[in-house]
């Protein structure tokens, strides 16, 4: 298992708003320019993998949201998990 695809999965559980909270920590990181090389690597791809992370949740946000309005732009009507009626 390639360490990109390691951190890939190693983030699956982490939300969005973790996710672009730790890639923030990551940029004022390698921002102040005191960071070793082989640390700044690491940083990078570990940014690199939240920031993928974090596009593939929008992404899925996104399809979601296509899926509950409709062609006119008017919301589907749709039940909530628990509160149907019996």
């Known amino acids: ?9 190693k983030f699956q559980a982490v939300t ?3 996710a ?3 890639l923030e920590t990551i940029v004022k990181q390698l921002e ?13 791809q ?8 974090c596009h593939d949740k929008l992404q899925t946000v ?4 296509d899926e509950l309005i409709d062609s006119d732009g008017m919301a ?3 039940t909530i998990q628990g509160d149907e009626k019996s």
């Open 32 to 44: 102040e320019n005191d960071v070793p090389l082989e640390k700044a690597i690491n940083l990078f």
């Open 62 to 65: 996104g399809k979601k949201m």
């Open 20 to 22: 672009i909270e730790k």
């Open 76 to 78: 589907k009507p749709f």
């Open 1 to 9: 298992m390639t360490e990109s695809k390691e951190m890939e999965d």
């Open 16 to 18: 969005f708003e973790e």
């Open 46 to 53: 570990e940014g690199m993998s939240l920031s993928k992370l």
